[in-house]
């Protein structure tokens, strides 16, 4: 079985199937963007970027344009 560097699995409300995916090869990366509702209008919440550097995997996140954290792993 191939694994991902990367993998999203996403349940959403309304949906029969998972919304599931990623990269298709090892130097893929990937952007998530959440966008939510604040008084009518529509403002980006949450950011996840997914990308390799040298060998390492690199999640990072940030919520409402401010680096929240990242998390990496060896690949």
Known sequence: MAVRNFWIAADIDGRQTMLEG?????????GITVYQRKEGCIE??????????????????????????E???KR
């Open 22 to 30: 990623g990269p298709r090869n090892k130097e893929g990366g990937m």
């Open 44 to 69: 980006r919440a949450v950011t996840v970027s997914c990308w390799e550097a040298d060998g390492e995997l690199i999640t990072s996140v940030t919520i409402d344009g401010a680096w929240v954290g």
């Open 71 to 73: 998390y990496r792993t």
